[in-house]
T-cell receptor, first 113, second 111 residues
Framework: AAGVIQSPRHLIKEKRETATLKCYPI?????VYWYQQGPGQDPQFLIS???????DKGSIPDRFSAQQFSDYHSELNMSSLELGDSALYFC????????????FGEGSRLTVL | DAKTTQPPSMDCAEGRAANLPCNHS???????VYWYRQIHSQGPQYIIH???NNETNEMASLIITEDRKSSTLILPHATLRDTAVYYC????????????FGKGITLSVRP
């Protein structure tokens, strides 16, 4: 069965650079969530989209932005990168009409040097 | 604020049942209990969820107390591959409701 696809899987950037992470949800899933997991931390909710509109916002820095496109894929844009942005970034998708079970991708590991 | 509390860690022998407890004393009537697990640095994986009745699927069983203030996830025959962090989460389904991860419990399955 198709799963949530995230790209790139690994990314290395310098401080103050910009990074973009992509997420392709499971077909027919209408909601996308982004999570950040720092080293030794639990996943922290950043932002979510339902039917291409932002539906909820968590502890997402102002330097980060995200959107969901017409094909339901989503992108997380991170600017002015800081060392503390080094983390695993997970995307999850679900279909609201169902039980709302979230399916997670394998994550994108961002390292900021 | 954390809505669930779990012990930080536990272990069990391979082949034995693993019973993972969770307290959610402030759960609301429309909140479900969800369990997810995360095997080292992989994406969290859905295990099971329930509202008030006990639930069972191919992975696990979920036992929810009658007052819904606590629950237990049961892995009937733990294997080494079940070693992971297990998260108990209360959540309203639908309405674009996010999952809020707390600390979780680290289950170590020993040979």
């Amino acid at each position: 069965a198709a799963g949530v696809i995230q790209s790139p899987r690994h990314l290395i950037k310098e401080k103050r650079e910009t990074a973009t992470l992509k997420c392709y949800p499971i077909p027919r899933h209408d909601t996308v969530y982004w999570y950040q997991q720092g080293p030794g931390q639990d996943p922290q909710f950043l932002i979510s989209f339902y039917e291409k509109m932002q539906s909820d916002k968590g502890s997402i820095p102002d330097r980060f932005s995200a959107q969901q496109f017409s094909d339901y894929h989503s992108e997380l844009n991170m600017s002015s990168l800081e060392l503390g942005d080094s983390a695993l970034y997970f995307c999850a998708s679900c279909r609201q009409i169902n039980t709302g079970e979230l399916f997670f991708g394998e994550g994108s590991r961002l390292t900021v040097l | 604020d954390a809505k669930t509390t779990q012990p930080p860690s536990m272990d069990c022998a391979e082949g034995r049942a693993a019973n993972l407890p969770c307290n959610h004393s402030t759960i609301s009537g429309n909140e479900y209990v969800y369990w997810y697990r995360q095997i080292h640095s992989q994406g969290p994986q859905y295990i099971i969820h329930g509202l008030k009745n006990n639930e069972t699927n191919e992975m696990a069983s979920l036992i929810i107390t009658e007052d819904r203030k606590s629950s237990t996830l049961i892995l009937p025959h733990a294997t080494l591959r079940d070693t992971a962090v297990y998260y108990c989460i209360v959540r309203i389904t639908g309405a674009n409701s996010k999952l809020t991860f707390g600390k979780g419990i680290t289950l170590s399955v020993r040979p």
